[in-house]
């Protein structure tokens, strides 16, 4: 079973800044192979897709990150991140890492964003 720990939440102003990691446990085998995203939920909300980045290199966003959000990953270090700029106050929500093989996927247990001055 692989595990996925995100870190990298915080409160940030609006117009900042904040990087994301989701790391994968050791038992994340082939991990270049997975395709790797994330997801938020803000509150009274539903999950919804932010990026994924799939084992091909290929990625995409939702609208509403599109030229703000970055999505990358290391795979020597079992990790994936997602680069945030330009914040909102919508972009508040708890941000969690999912993961997707063959016959396999995964989350993390969140990690919480908040945007406000």
């Known amino acids: 079973q692989v595990q996925l720990a995100e870190s990298g939440g915080g409160l940030v102003q609006p117009g900042g800044s904040l990087r994301l990691s989701c790391a994968a446990s050791r038992s994340a085998f082939g991990f270049s192979g997975y395709d790797m995203g994330w997801y938020r939920q803000a509150p009274g909300k539903q999950r919804e897709l932010v990026a994924m980045l799939r084992s091909d290199g290929r990625t995409s966003y939702a609208e509403f990150v599109k030229g703000r959000f970055t999505v990358f990953r290391d795979n020597t270090k079992n990790t994936v991140y997602l680069q945030m700029n330009s914040l909102e106050p919508e972009d508040t929500a708890t941000y969690y890492c999912?993961?997707?093989?063959?016959?396999?996927?995964?989350w993390g247990q969140g990690t919480q964003v908040a945007v406000s001055s």
């Open positions: 999912y993961g997707r093989g063959i016959a396999i996927e995964f």
